[in-house]
C-alpha cells in the first residue's frame, strides 16, 4: 500500500476519533452525533473495500473467489448511496426555512428512487461503481451546500463561522466530491496501458483529496472543541 493511501486512511480514522471526543464531550445536536457515525461507517468500509484487493492473492481469503465479494464495486454503490443521503440530512438540519426544507426532501427522495432505480435496471450494482449515483448525487449535494452557503452570507452566522463544524463539513464536502468525481467516473475509461500519465495522475489527486477533506473535518472539530472550552471558561468567570 503506497504512503498516500495510509495517509488518507489516517486522516480518516482521525476525524472520526475527534468527532467522537467532540460529541461525547459536549453532547452536540442529533445531525452532528450521527455525522460522526458516519465517519465511522467510513472507515468501516474502506477496511471491507480493502480486504476485496487481497481476495486471490492471499490464501486465507481464497474461498471467497468468484463470489460477489471478489468485486468491492456493491459496497462502494451501497456506501454513496448512504453518504450522499448523510450529507443532505446533515445539511437538511443546518438550514433553516420551509421551502428550503422541501426543496431538500425532494432532492433526497429523487436521488433514492433515481439511484435505486437505476442500479436495478443497469445491473452495475455488482460490476462497477455507478457514475449515475455519483453524477446526480454530487450535482444535488452541490446545490444543497450552495443553499447552506447562500444563507450563511445571509444571516449573521456568518460572524461564527469559523466555529461552526457545518461550515468545515461544507467546504470539505465541496472539495472532495468537485475533485474526485469527475476523476472516478473518467478512470473508467482508461487503464495504466493506454493511458499511464492519467492513472498516474488519479492515483496522487484521489488520495490528496481525501487527506485534505479529512483534515478539514478533523481541523472543524477541533476549533469546535476549543472553542467550547473557552466558551465555558469564560462563562465560569462571569
Not at 60 to 84: G, M, Q, V
Not at 220 to 233: D, M, P, T
Amino acid at each position: 500500500m503506497k504512503i498516500l493511501d495510509l495517509l488518507f486512511h489516517f486522516a480518516e480514522l482521525l476525524a472520526a476519533i475527534f468527532g467522537t471526543v467532540y460529541v461525547v464531550r459536549y453532547r452536540e445536536d442529533t445531525p452532528t452525533r450521527y455525522f460522526v457515525i458516519f465517519l465511522w461507517i467510513t472507515v468501516f468500509v474502506e477496511v471491507i473495500g480493502g480486504i476485496s484487493g487481497y481476495i486471490g492473492r492471499w490464501e486465507s481469503f481464497s474461498f471467497l473467489e468468484d463470489t460477489f465479494l471478489e468485486k468491492n464495486a456493491w459496497l462502494y454503490n451501497l456506501y454513496s448511496i448512504i453518504s450522499y443521503c448523510v450529507y443532505f440530512l446533515f445539511f437538511k438540519y443546518n438550514i433553516r426555512g420551509r421551502n428550503n426544507y422541501r426543496i431538500i426532501n425532494i432532492i433526497i427522495v429523487t436521488f433514492i428512487v433515481s439511484s435505486i432505480g437505476y442500479l436495478i435496471f443497469s445491473k452495475e450494482f455488482f460490476e462497477v461503481q455507478s457514475s449515475f449515483i455519483m453524477i446526480i448525487g454530487t450535482l444535488l449535494l452541490m446545490t444543497v451546500i450552495f443553499i447552506y452557503f447562500f444563507q450563511l452570507l445571509q444571516s449573521d452566522r456568518i460572524l461564527d463561522i469559523g466555529s461552526s463544524i457545518v461550515f468545515y463539513v461544507a467546504a470539505g464536502a465541496l472539495v472532495m466530491h468537485l475533485c474526485i468525481t469527475p476523476l472516478l467516473i473518467f478512470i473508467q475509461f482508461f487503464s495504466i496501458e493506454k493511458s499511464p500519465e492519467f492513472v498516474e495522475v488519479f492515483t496522487i489527486i484521489i488520495p490528496c483529496t481525501i487527506i485534505f477533506t479529512y483534515t478539514c473535518y478533523s481541523i472543524g472539530f477541533l476549533v469546535c472543541i476549543s472553542h467550547k472550552k473557552l466558551y465555558r471558561k469564560n462563562k465560569s468567570y462571569s
